[in-house]
């Protein structure tokens, strides 16, 4: 106790404590930096394969009798029930859209609405990513929200 004591009271030690805090406080930023771009990177790669996951159902629920005669219609329960597949099979979600990596919890959708139209083609979908932050004892879970939409339109020649 009395080393710690002299050790204040020097002048010279004066630096090696701004040292100390200016070191906590940039290994503090850092993590904090770290941790916004890890979710900012989870967030736009669920955003991206939900995207896929739209886009594939869209396609898959189109109606090839009415192609010929150059309209485009859906199916809309098609359509989602497509959608919910590629969730299971392709993005490893389980019956609660629960994914775990590794046998640890990674995050969770929260589907709000998802709405799909026959006549244009368009399935959308409105939702919250829930997960942890490595300052979940700060923060509890955070929640990113997310909107995406397909829309299925036939371009012909000639531009319209």
């Given at each position: 106790m009395g080393k710690l004591k002299k050790l204040i009271q020097d002048r010279s030690a004066d630096a090696f404590i701004f040292i100390i805090i200016l070191v906590f406080f940039i290994l503090t930023l850092a993590a904090i930096?770290?941790?916004?771009?890890?979710?900012?990177?989870?967030?736009?790669?669920?955003?991206?394969?939900?995207?896929?996951?739209?886009?594939?159902?869209?396609?898959?629920?189109?109606?090839?009798?009415?192609?010929?005669?150059?309209?485009?219609?859906?199916?809309?329960?098609?359509?989602?029930?497509?959608?919910?597949?590629?969730?299971?099979?392709?993005?490893?979600?389980?019956?609660?859209?629960?994914?775990?990596?590794?046998?640890?919890?990674?995050?969770?959708?929260?589907?709000?609405?998802?709405?799909?139209?026959?006549?244009p083609p368009r399935l959308e979908l409105e939702g919250v990513l829930k997960t942890r932050s490595i300052f979940g004892f700060l923060t509890g879970d955070v929640r990113l929200r997310f909107y995406l939409a397909s829309k299925n339109t036939r371009i012909e020649e000639g531009g319209t």
């Amino acid at each position: 106790m009395g080393k710690l004591k002299k050790l204040i009271q020097d002048r010279s030690a004066d630096a090696f404590i701004f040292i100390i805090i200016l070191v906590f406080f940039i290994l503090t930023l850092a993590a904090i930096l770290i941790e916004y771009f890890r979710m900012e990177s989870l967030h736009q790669q669920v955003e991206y394969s939900l995207q896929r996951g739209i886009n594939s159902a869209v396609e898959y629920a189109m109606r090839d009798e009415y192609r010929m005669d150059s309209y485009a219609r859906m199916d809309t329960e098609a359509s989602k029930e497509a959608f919910y597949k590629y969730l299971h099979e392709n993005m490893a979600l389980d019956g609660e859209l629960n994914k775990y990596t590794g046998g640890q919890w990674a995050y969770q959708l929260e589907i709000e609405s998802i709405n799909a139209t026959e006549i244009p083609p368009r399935l959308e979908l409105e939702g919250v990513l829930k997960t942890r932050s490595i300052f979940g004892f700060l923060t509890g879970d955070v929640r990113l929200r997310f909107y995406l939409a397909s829309k299925n339109t036939r371009i012909e020649e000639g531009g319209t």
